[in-house]
């Protein structure tokens, strides 16, 4: 029986072993066949899926949406608006935590600007993130 042993597929792909194990226990990648010593032997097809997994991952798609997508492009012959949807939410997600980003940026560049590096007293960082009216663009 021919195949890569867990080990060399999560080398190879850059997944961790748990991370693999975990991804055919919630079903994103197929259960492998076994040897006959019952280690899990991984195809090449097998590699395809898990670097399509990671890099969804990298892209900060939710497993739900990787298991989607994944089955869009298991049944190749279905209307890409689905999977064109998934990426529109996504972006959408990204441009709001850009938006958080740079609110976050513009408040700590205030605190440093105006920091007298007196004493503790006078410090506008310790002011600033003592000050819970601000909204500070909901950045969480």
Do not use: W
């Amino acid at each position: 029986m021919q195949g890569s042993s867990i080990g060399k597929v999560a080398e190879r792909s850059r997944v961790k072993i748990p991370t693999i194990r975990y991804y055919e226990q919630i079903g994103l990648l197929p259960a492998p066949p076994r040897s006959d010593g019952n280690r899990r032997l991984y195809g090449e097809q097998d590699m395809r899926r898990l670097s399509f997994i990671r890099h969804a991952r990298e892209l900060g798609f939710e497993v739900e949406a990787i298991r989607t997508l994944l089955n869009l492009q298991d049944n190749p012959n279905q209307s890409c608006a689905t999977a064109d949807e998934i990426a529109q939410a996504r972006l959408v997600e990204v441009e709001e935590r850009i938006r958080s980003l740079l609110a976050l940026k513009a408040e700590l560049q205030r605190m440093v600007e105006h920091c007298q590096q007196g004493r503790v007293a006078e410090c506008r960082v310790i002011e600033t993130l003592s000050d819970q009216t601000h909204d500070h663009g909901r950045l969480a």
